[in-house]
């Protein structure tokens, strides 16, 4: 019941439409930053390593290496900051976690496995 | 003093700003209430609004409670009223689960009348009274935040424990007010100033900005918040 009632709550915090990725895939996050009055999009590329939570309050982490450094970002699914998010490709993985990439330098990280053509289509 | 509202703590989640910032919010149910009756100066002494949240099953309800809200047809009653002994004014409505005073003159209200969210939609702020969760019988760094003893350097078995409660010989004894491990939890707490965010008034149902003290679905008492500023 309760449950019920919440959800209620975040139908207006919702997105009319969820966006479609999976765990694995190669993302570009276009991000909008408020400067001042103006509005301008940040790109955050990498691949989704994990997703969590439900409803309005679900989020996604994407990681990426920058020079040598590995750098993750959290973002809530349905936050209206993100315009919106490209799938540029997609990796075959058997977690719901990737987490193991964390320990993985340099070729191990990169060169995962990509699904192939026929198998989206 | 406006009346306030009774209800229950459904949970907390967050939902997103005009500006896409995310607000941890705590949706509350509130009411209907019942006013079940209203205190006057003249008969009671003081001034309050009496107001009644959730049906209570009739077989739970005892004559007393039953006859608050509705008029009982009882041979005492009836001599009263021979007598010429005017009935107060009933709600006329179930007996309630949950029953709590508003001090504070009635303005306008009147005993049966239902109130609704809607009271809360030009308020910018509430307070919102509940029982903390029980935490039973817990040490003085959980209870009074105290900071406990390090991990190592010799400390042995001691890490969480308060250190000394006082001096020698010259006291000789504890003094008043120090604070100790024991009962924490469930007592009652105000929360204040917790803002306004939507008000449902379909679904009766109030979301606040912040937490509110209780277990989910504990009883709340909902008031226009009576910080200035």
């Not at chain 2, 500006?19 to 705590?26: A, F, K, L, N, S």
């Not at chain 2, 002494?45 to 004559?63: D, F, I, S, T, W």
């Not at chain 2, 306004?196 to 909902?222: C, K, M, S, T, Y």
């Amino acid at each position: 019941m309760s449950q019920k009632i919440l959800s209620l709550v975040e139908q207006g915090s919702l997105k009319a439409e969820k966006p479609k990725f999976a765990i694995g895939d190669t993302v570009d996050v276009h991000c909008r930053i408020l400067e001042g009055d103006k509005e301008r999009i940040q790109i955050f590329s990498g691949t989704v390593i994990a997703r969590s939570g439900s409803g309005s309050r679900e989020m996604f982490t994407v990681r990426r290496i920058v020079q040598g450094e590995g750098v993750e970002r959290k973002f809530p699914v349905h936050s209206p900051r993100i315009a919106k998010i490209v799938v540029k490709r997609s990796g075959v993985v058997r977690r719901a976690k990737l987490y193991y990439l964390r320990q993985r330098t340099g070729k191990s990280t990169k060169l995962r496995e990509r699904r192939m053509e026929s198998e989206t289509k | 003093m406006a009346v306030g509202l009774l209800g229950r703590k459904v949970g907390m989640t967050q939902i997103f700003g005009p500006t896409g910032e995310v607000i941890p919010v705590t949706v509350l149910e509130a009411g209907p209430c019942h006013v079940l009756q209203v205190k006057t100066l003249e008969r009671d002494g003081y001034e309050a609004v009496q107001l009644g949240y959730l049906n209570k099953p009739r077989r739970l309800a005892g004559r007393s409670a039953r006859g608050h809200v509705a008029k009982l047809d009882s041979k005492r009653q009836r001599r009263l009223t021979a007598a010429g002994v005017e009935v107060l004014a009933k709600a006329g409505c179930e007996p309630k689960r949950w029953i709590r005073e508003f001090r504070g003159p009635a303005d306008g209200l009147e005993v049966g009348q239902e109130i609704k969210v809607a009271v809360f939609t030009e308020v910018p702020a509430v307070d919102v009274i509940g029982i903390s969760k029980g935490r039973g019988t817990a040490g003085v760094m959980k209870r009074h935040n105290y900071r406990g003893q390090r991990a190592s350097h010799g400390v042995k078995k001691v890490h969480r424990h308060p250190g000394t409660i006082g001096r020698n010989t010259d006291p000789a004894r504890v003094e008043k007010g120090r604070r100790m491990a024991g009962r924490y939890g469930h007592e009652r707490v105000t929360q204040r100033n917790l803002r306004v965010v939507q008000v449902d008034q379909e679904n009766n149902l109030l979301v606040v900005r912040g937490a509110v003290p209780g277990p989910n679905g504990g009883l709340v008492v909902i008031r226009k918040t009576n910080k200035l500023g």
